[in-house]
């Protein structure tokens, strides 16, 4: 069975079913049910996007990036298809067609998500006010001033690429963590496990610099380099780098289960 094979499977699987529809809308409720209860006196877009991005809440967005196909695994384990479809193929070609699946899929969910979550607001607000305060500091910076001058549209989209990444991300960590803990309610909750212990442990355990902060890679709001363009790139890098490693630890996780049987 050829890789193709494969991969044309796993993104039936990962987009044609209910899903990733759920996915999408719940990503889309969520954002607006925080942008209705928990941004206090919206003005534009910009200020709602700023207010809804810092809460906590937030958090939950990231759930949604991992139902489309995030428990595959649990799935083929619990029904023997993985035994079927290495016996067809070969495992490094299952596993790396899983994570492309798997990133891809969490990836266009909650980038639609939010794209649908900006488009019903900008039903009722406009992009940017010329007196939001937020928007004054982002013209003045030399990172940001190009873009959100030329057109504040592609500012929230460069944002939501970023965002989608780490959706990517974490649903592929997802995927790994279930070839341990094949609970699927519980192995739903690993996209915020992993973010707020990432954030409030490991990082200030092991003092490390912003330049390996989730934050700050995979947001809009904060700054790494000294452009817009080297931090999109950047985050583009760690994102590819981490669902690469993701991607050899579950070869050898696989391999390991395979040979036990």
Same mark, same amino acid.
């Given at each position: 069975?050829?890789?193709?094979?494969?991969?044309?499977?796993?993104?039936?699987?990962?987009?044609? &079913?209910?899903?990733?529809?759920?996915?999408?809308?719940?990503?889309?409720?969520?954002?607006?049910?925080?942008?209705?209860?928990?941004?206090?006196?919206?003005?534009?877009?910009?200020?709602?996007?700023?207010?809804?991005?810092?809460?906590?809440?937030?958090?939950?967005?990231?759930?949604?990036?991992?139902?489309?196909?995030?428990?595959?695994?649990?799935?083929?384990?619990?029904?023997?298809?993985?035994?079927?479809?290495?016996?067809?193929?070969?495992?490094?070609?299952?596993?790396?067609?899983? #994570?492309?699946?798997?990133?891809? &899929?969490?990836?266009?969910?909650?980038?639609?998500?939010?794209?649908?979550?900006?488009?019903?607001?900008?039903?009722?607000?406009?992009?940017? #006010?010329?007196?939001?305060?937020?928007?004054? &500091?982002?013209?003045?910076?030399?990172?940001?001033?190009?873009?959100?001058?030329? &057109?504040?549209?592609?500012?929230?989209?460069?944002?939501?690429?970023?965002?989608?990444?780490?959706?990517?991300?974490?649903?592929?960590?997802?995927?790994?963590?279930?070839?341990?803990?094949?609970?699927?309610?519980?192995?739903?909750?690993?996209?915020?496990?992993?973010?707020?212990?990432?954030?409030?442990?490991?990082?200030?355990?092991?003092?490390?610099?912003?330049?390996?902060?989730?934050?700050?890679?995979?947001?809009?709001?904060?700054?790494?380099?000294?452009?817009?363009?080297?931090?999109?790139?950047?985050?583009?890098?760690?994102?590819?780098?981490?669902?690469?490693?993701?991607?050899?630890?579950?070869?050898?996780?696989?391999?390991?289960?395979?040979?036990?049987?």
């Amino acid at each position: 069975m050829k890789k193709a094979h494969y991969l044309a499977g796993d993104m039936k699987r990962a987009f044609l &079913s209910g899903h990733f529809i759920l996915a999408v809308a719940g990503t889309v409720v969520t954002l607006l049910f925080i942008a209705k209860t928990q941004v206090r006196f919206p003005q534009d877009i910009l200020y709602i996007y700023d207010g809804v991005t810092m809460t906590r809440m937030a958090l939950l967005v990231l759930v949604f990036g991992t139902i489309p196909y995030g428990i595959c695994f649990c799935e083929d384990f619990e029904h023997k298809y993985i035994y079927i479809s290495v016996i067809r193929g070969d495992i490094k070609r299952y596993v790396w067609s899983k #994570l492309l699946a798997v990133f891809i &899929s969490a990836f266009a969910a909650m980038a639609l998500g939010k794209l649908l979550f900006f488009l019903i607001m900008r039903l009722e607000y406009p992009w940017v #006010l010329p007196d939001n305060s937020y928007y004054q &500091s982002l013209l003045a910076d030399v990172r940001y001033g190009s873009i959100i001058r030329y &057109s504040p549209v592609l500012y929230f989209l460069e944002g939501i690429v970023r965002e989608s990444l780490l959706g990517g991300v974490l649903a592929v960590c997802t995927a790994y963590g279930s070839l341990f803990f094949k609970n699927r309610l519980f192995v739903y909750t690993f996209p915020v496990m992993i973010y707020y212990f990432w954030i409030n442990y490991i990082e200030l355990w092991l003092g490390l610099p912003h330049q390996t902060t989730i934050c700050y890679i995979f947001g809009s709001f904060y700054q790494i380099w000294s452009r817009e363009w080297l931090d999109f790139l950047y985050a583009l890098a760690v994102g590819i780098l981490l669902a690469g490693l993701s991607g050899f630890l579950m070869h050898k996780k696989i391999t390991e289960e395979i040979r036990r049987v």
